[in-house]
């Protein structure tokens, strides 16, 4: 059902998601659950709820150890939460939404800024794009130099024992 929360239960145990409806109305997997919530809960309350550590300090005292973490269906319904008022979960989920398509935003300029660096340095270090001075004739030719010309390489010496 659109809206239901949709919980990894094993490996990455307690990893939420919200269920959107789509054209197939159905979770296929051995490897989570999908819960659905009363007229107490909202779903995206309980997606950022199962991000925090308290969330996943109680959620992992239920995870039984093993080749792969694995997270019992059963016990899922034992851990303990602090439910504020429908209100004001649906204000927490809005605001912690609201940060998250910030935060996107912010990543997808800080990507775009990246391109454009790497595509200034290209055009910098080739020598296609030059800087002026602030004042007076255009900065010099650029000379080619060997690696050499300009470094002294040391070797480091070998390291003696502390005695």
Do not use: H
Not at 66 to 84: E, F, Q
Request: with cysteine; glycine share 6%.
């Amino acid at each position: 059902m659109d809206g239901d929360i949709v919980m990894i239960t094993t490996a990455d145990c307690g990893a939420t998601g919200v269920f959107r409806k789509q054209e197939i109305d159905y979770l296929s997997s051995a490897y989570g659950v999908r819960i659905r919530l009363n007229e107490l809960g909202y779903p995206y309350y309980f997606k950022y709820f199962f991000q925090t550590r308290l969330a996943r300090k109680e959620i992992n005292s239920y995870i039984r150890k093993a080749t792969v973490a694995n997270l019992p269906g059963s016990d899922i319904l034992k851990i303990k939460l602090y439910l504020p008022t429908l209100p004001e979960q649906q204000k927490i989920a809005s605001f912690l939404s609201a940060v998250d398509k910030k935060t996107q935003q912010l990543t997808r300029k800080k990507e775009l800024l990246e391109q454009y660096k790497k595509g200034v340095m290209q055009q910098l270090f080739s020598g296609k794009l030059r800087f002026k001075p602030e004042k007076g004739k255009a900065f010099a030719d650029w000379e080619e130099k060997k690696l050499g010309d300009v470094f002294e390489f040391f070797r480091g010496s070998p390291i003696s024992k502390v005695i």
